[in-house]
């Protein structure tokens, strides 16, 4: 396991922006939002992700302005850190360890030097409970600083967004079930306001959400029913009273007062941001069809911005509550993936069912969503209990001209109706286009469907319950002037036993059909050549090996097993007993991916058909069973030389867990490349080359090799150097200009020879080298000392100093370069 | 419990009338409500919210305001005329005409020493408040337009009137009108061309006004400038009754009622206070067209004939009848009167008198016969002989007898042609229970003995208690025709020796009214039940309490049973079984048995069902004295009648509802 441990998985993309509450920062210019472990920020205006702050090594809990200063954010995360970032530049800048998971983080400018975060009743660290505790950051010029200060504030809270500051943060304002708590900091004295559960006339007033009004005291809560309840004299026992709106017929999800308090944003399952005005309750504004329930509102620090955070993975930015300026959409993920994982093999995009009625084109290399093909192309009708045409599968054939997909709707009391779409790409629009609609393709539910790969053919293959397979083609009609459509070529079936899945060879020249318990093979002349069989247990997944093992068919079985055969001589090559719930093949490789589960867990295994031993294993990869997976071609071929990690070389696996969070496995080499790419934008991106800039590089060079390895660790996450540092950040988190001073001046002198320069950089980098590996034991020991969580994966935090240090190498050699051409200048 | 054979009654067509105006007197925790048909109720908000008094109504009076006078009640209406009742005697004292058009509202000043009142013609009226009767003074600064509200600055300089489409400020003393013209605006959209009216005014002692007017609004004016502070737009229609204590309270026409509070931005600083709409409370389904607010409580009545009492529970310590919410719909007193012999049935309606004959098991009832009244009195009390030979009502100004003589499915009804001269009026009539007498409570709490014959009614006696001087609202008589016991509103009970004519004893004084009161066929021991849920049973022939009584006093009666929000209307026995007591209210019938034990604090009160699932050996030990039937509901009287048969009188309040006029449409969501 040691040496896997270089694989993780990770949240990569497609992982929720919805999570919490995101940030507009205080120039409105972006937009920040908690993204799987990292922090995302997004331009508001341009919808473009503009950095992405990695560092977390758990999921991202909360993101707050740091009151103090307008240019960063603290993140805090189920790792049990709170962050600091600089986001202009992607920088960070301080980590403080609380030893905690943290559910949320809530700041007050008048609180300087505290946050208040959510973490688990401290007694139990698996409980339901939770606790607002208040963290005092320790002035400390480290960049790692261990904050171990902490005060309770309230006990029992609802672990996420539901707690607001009040006026001038005199008082903290949270709502848990049917209690609002609100604690004055100065008479450290705490009020409870209980409401009725009451369940008569409908009602229910479990409080969902809080706002506090940021100039008045009036405390504005939302409660199941739809209700919000305007709360004011708080601080008196029986004399407080409330006033009550209502406009949400669903639970009122998030309520947010602006920034001056003149109004309240209320939002819920409706789609629709409701903006009341304060004091004029009975005016109120509505923003509707934004499209899916909101989760949570922002409102910038002027007021100008809104956003709203949406259910279905998705943020809108709205100027002025008038105008929708921009969507930042992610992965949309339903309560389950119908289709299956798809990849598109023009666009390289994860396809799979979005928006209802809607297959989605997800680019997992820019994690931005491509687009939408309305696939129903009918109105979909936001109300439960209606039963409404739902995507349920989807394939492309080799080329990506052809899309196939099946719709079904199932009534109760009418039978089952079922469409079969084929779209064929449209090099004008850059779109698919709707070719032919097959009403009722097969009389029950479509089991699958594949393109066959043959060159020649352009076919598709469709199994159903009904006990048949079909086979579709496209015949030219030229006589007509419609062109090219879809028809059913070929009707077959097996002892009306119903088929379960289906496989294409490689070639297109077999077709395996898994009937039950017995796997046919059929040759394109729809000849039935053979049938393997290998009872018991009905057929799950069929697969055909690829390139160099491409004699051999996979299947698994419900009943545990997973067997081979091989397709020369028509007999079972291997079988073991293991409980596969998905098979997958890598189409650019010969390696298969077999996710089993046990016992509550999923394991993973790659292995090639044609070898006894296992490319990859990991046990114990998540919870639950996963439900789909599949593997994406990279962009650019990885060059890893691990031999546990070559499977990953040309294609990455994608799975879903139970969760519906989308995970994949990254290696050490990759997160270096990645690394190593953002640094090269960094370079890219500043402005001309200076001799200055050399210069200090050069100095900053010499003064590596003294610094201790504290000052070497300062620039391990970001993997910079000293000139970018010097260059790239802000002059508030510089150190002080005398400093800075002594040191540039110092690097004026280039007095040393010439003949001592060859010489030194070697020395430098052996000197450097160990200092870094130096501070990378000492970072290792830190971490134990911490006893941070076991949930640390170390692999990203040990790949850094590594790639820093290839980095850095290579950094020297073109500043070794550039100092001849400078001493040239000099010279001149 | 015993069986009885039921007439289930729901042919009495009682309608309540819609209240539109409502006067709190704080001194003596008395509110007066005057409703449509012109009929003045005063409650006892010190006593359960006991509807102590009944003026009847006239055709031809109207009430569109009402005001207290330290004790003294005056009444507005758009007939002109300014009223002041008499409330010993139960009838108007004087009116008086103020020549100024149909009047919109009358108001006092917080000194007692002036009233004012607004007319149609737009004049604002000051009247001086004399010892006996009241005085015009002089007009304010006559105006274009009907003056509709009025409210008096404490201070009583200054007095601020609402009219069409504008606020005005009076100074009284020169009675100009000053600078301040606040104009209203109209409302939205189609009624831009309609007239604002500006239902009410609150003239608050910092100068600040609020007013409610037909668009909807409430709106805070600064009195000095004559500026707006503040516009709430509270609903669609109209807004139509404000009232103010430490807080505003607003009703509109669509039910609600609706809070305002006058609450600092901030918890720290107390000064920038600002009106915040805080509550909204909807109790009503009609309009809500008259408000008082109390110490502990909102008070609301309207359209929808119901008055409501809506404590607000941050006055509250804990949880008591007192911070129970009440509705108060039917009076509490009697309108239906059985004759237990003959199985009559007779109703009272303010302006007419039904009469209805039992039938047998099959559930034949019969329409006898209804007597309409002329004139435009209506009717204050009737009454209606055991035997079923005599019926008697009184209205204001008369008192009517009819010999009414059945055979079979007819009936002659005769008025009796000449009553004795001194029988003007009736606050209660009674007939003894051989039918010999009439007794008919008169002025001063005295009672009337009119002796009945076939040939002529004669003038014997007048009954005359020692001290009393409020009028007698409940009697009743033994079977032997012994003994009469009067109850007036002093909470006083005298008794009378009829066959000696006069006073046998007085009940001791209990601090509550007594809401119904019955004697004893056999023993003549007296059974009381007071507003306040408490029971006494007094021998006459001992002149003390009994020993029941005692002990039910010592022990203390049930919470479950304190805590009831109506008070008992009617006490009768059972003669069959001497150790029964039947009496009910508006949404139970009860049974106490004297001879069972009575129920502590830990036992469970409503026991029946409890009863029925156990078994018989069981039961004994699970009885208690209190036996109660929430079966029926709504009950306006039962009366047992002598072939053991329970009549029930039902009134369903939702056949109330329906009669009444369709409310203000408003949209509900998702129909």
Known sequence: ?828 | MGEFKVHRVRFFDYMPTAIRAMAFNAHTERLALGRMDGSVEIFNFADRYFQEKVIPGKDSRSIEALCWVGGRLFSAGLNGEITEYDLENLRPKYSLEAYGGPIWTITSNSQGAHLAIGCEDGTVKLFEVLEESIQFERNLDRQKGRIISLSWHPSGTQIAAGMMDMIRVFDVPTGELKTAMLLVDRGFGGSKSRETVVWSVVFLSDYTIISGDSAGKVQVWDGHTGTLVKTHLVTKWDVLALSDESSVVVGTSEGTVIQFQFIAPTLQQQQDKEWVRTRTFKNHTHDVRALAEIETAIVSGGMDTQLVVRPLLEKFDERSHASALRKIQFPHRNLVFCAKKAGLLLFQFPGQLELWRLGESDGHVLFLCDICLQGEDHICCSALSSCGGWLAYSTMSSVRLYRLQTDNNDISISKVPKLPKILRSAHQLCFSSDSSKLFAASSQSSVLVIALSQSECKYVHTLKPKSGQQPIHLMTNSVDGKWLATANSDCEIHVYNVQKLKLHCIVPVYGSCPSAMGIHPTTNNLTMVHADQQIFEYSIVEKQYTDWSRKLQKQGLHNLWLDRDTPVTHVTFNPKNPEQILLHDMHMFCIIDQSLPLPDQKTQFYNQMTLRSLSEQERPSHLHAFKICKTFQDLLSVSLLDDQSLVMVERPLLAITCQLPAPVRQKKFAT
């Not at chain 1, 479990?206 to 309840?229: L, M, N, W, Y």
């Not at chain 1, 209990?385 to 109760?412: C, I, P």
């Not at chain 1, 009391?413 to 097959?438: C, P, R």
């Open chain 1, 1 to 828: 396991m040691v040496a896997h441990a270089e694989i993780r998985v990770v949240h990569l993309s497609g992982s929720k922006i919805n999570f919490r509450e995101p940030v507009i920062t205080n120039d409105s210019r972006f937009l920040l939002c908690a993204s799987g472990e990292s922090v995302k920020v997004y331009s508001s205006s341009s919808e473009e992700c503009v950095h992405d702050l990695q560092g977390h090594t758990d999921l991202v809990s909360g993101i707050v302005r740091n009151p103090s200063n307008h240019l960063q954010v603290y993140s805090c995360s189920a790792d049990g850190t709170v962050r600091l970032w600089d986001f202009t530049d992607g920088i960070l800048i301080k980590t403080f360890i609380i030893g905690y998971p943290i559910y949320s983080i809530y700041v007050s400018e008048n609180h300087g030097g505290v946050v208040f975060v959510v973490v688990p009743m401290a007694n139990d660290k698996s409980s339901e409970l939770f606790q607002l505790v208040a963290v005092h950051l320790p002035l400390s010029g480290d960049q790692e600083v261990e904050a171990r200060e902490l005060s309770a504030v309230l006990c029992d809270v609802s672990p996420s967004g539901a707690a607001s500051f009040g006026r001038k943060g005199e008082y903290i304002a949270a709502v848990k079930g049917l209690q609002l708590e609100v604690f004055f900091f100065k008479k450290q004295k705490s009020h409870r306001f209980f409401l009725k559960s009451g369940n008569k006339k409908g009602a229910k007033n479990a409080f969902t959400c809080v706002s506090c009004h940021p100039k008045e005291d009036c405390i504005a809560t939302g409660h199941e029913d739809g209700k919000i309840r305007l709360w004011r004299n708080f601080n008196q026992k029986k004399e407080y009273t409330y006033s009550t709106l209502h406009w949400h017929h669903g639970a009122v999800n998030t309520l947010q007062f602006t920034p001056e308090g003149t109004n309240l944003l209320s939002g819920g399952i409706e789609s629709v941001l409701v903006q009341w005005h304060y004091t004029q309750e009975n005016q109120k504004d509505f923003l509707p069809r934004l499209g899916g329930a909101i989760t949570h509102i922002a409102v910038s620090p002027d007021g100008s911005l809104f956003c709203t955070s949406h259910s279905d993975n998705k943020i809108t930015i709205i100027q002025s509550c008038v105008k929708v300026s921009a969507i930042i959409q992610g992965l949309v993920k339903g309560e389950g993936v119908r289709t299956d994982l798809t990849i598109d093999p023009r666009s390289k995009a994860l396809v799979l069912n979005g928006k209802p009625g809607h297959l989605q084109f997800y680019s997992l290399h820019r994690d931005k969503l491509l687009y939408n093909l309305d696939i129903v192309q009918q109105e979909y009708i936001h109300e439960e209990g209606l039963d409404q045409f739902e995507v349920v599968k989807a394939a492309f054939d080799t080329r990506g001209d052809w899309l196939a997909t099946v719709e079904e709707r199932t009534q109760k009391g009418s039978e089952l109706e079922i469409n079969l779409k084929l779209w064929v790409y449209d090099e004008q629009t850059q779109s698919f286009m709707l070719n032919t609609t097959v009403i009722a393709p097969h009389e029950d539910q479509i089991t699958a469907m594949c393109f066959s790969p043959s060159p020649e053919t352009t076919m598709l293959v469709t199994i159903s319950f009904d006990g048949h397979f079909k086979a579709w083609l496209l015949a030219d009609h030229s006589d007509t002037k419609e062109g090219a459509s879809w028809s059913c070529d070929f009707v077959g079936g097996y002892h009306h036993l119903k088929p379960g899945c289906c496989c294409f060879s490689a070639d297109g020249s077999l077709l395996a059909v898994g009937f039950q318990e017995v796997v046919t093979v059929w040759s394109p002349s729809w000849e039935l050549l053979t049938t393997l069989s290998q009872p018991p247990g009905a057929i799950r997944d069929l697969c055909f090996g690829r390139l160099s093992c491409s004699k051999y068919l996979l299947g698994t079985s419900t009943k545990n097993q997973l067997c081979c055969w091989n397709l020369l001589t028509c007999s079972l090559e291997w079988s073991t007993p293991v409980d596969v719930s998905l098979l997958q093949a890598d189409p650019l490789s010969e390696n298969m991916a077999a996710f089993c589960s046990q016992s509550g867990c999923s394991d993973l295994f790659v292995f090639k058909p044609g070898e006894p031993r296992p490319l990859y294993s990991q046990k114990a990869l998540c919870t639950g069973k996963v439900q789909r997976a599949v593997f994406a071609p990279r962009d650019q071929m990885l060059e890893s030389c691990e031999e546990h990690a070559q499977w990953l070389n040309r294609s990455q696996l994608y799975f879903f867990t139970q969760h519906m969070d989308l995970m994949t496995f990254s290696t050490k080499t990759e997160e270096d490349r990645l690394l190593a790419s953002s640094k090269r934008l960094m370079v890219d991106d500043s402005v001309a080359v200076t001799p200055f800039y050399l210069l200090l590089g050069k100095h900053r060079q010499h003064q590596e090799a003294l610094t201790n390895p504290m000052a070497e660790r300062i620039q391990l996450p970001q993997g910079s150097i000293a000139i970018k540092e010097l260059l790239y950040t802000p002059a508030h988190v510089l150190p002080s200009a005398s400093f800075l001073c002594s040191m540039f001046v110092r690097s004026l002198l280039i007095s040393s020879s010439s003949a001592s320069e060859e010489k030194e950089p070697v020395e430098e980098e052996m000197e450097s080298e160990e200092e870094d590996s130096e501070g990378e034991a000492e970072l290792r020991d830190a971490r134990q000392d911490l006893g941070g969580s076991a949930a640390w994966g170390p692999g990203e935090e040990l790949g850094a100093p590594a790639l820093t240090k290839a980095q850095e190498r290579e950094l020297r050699r073109v500043k070794h370069f550039d100092h001849s051409w400078l001493s040239s200048v000099l010279e001149c």
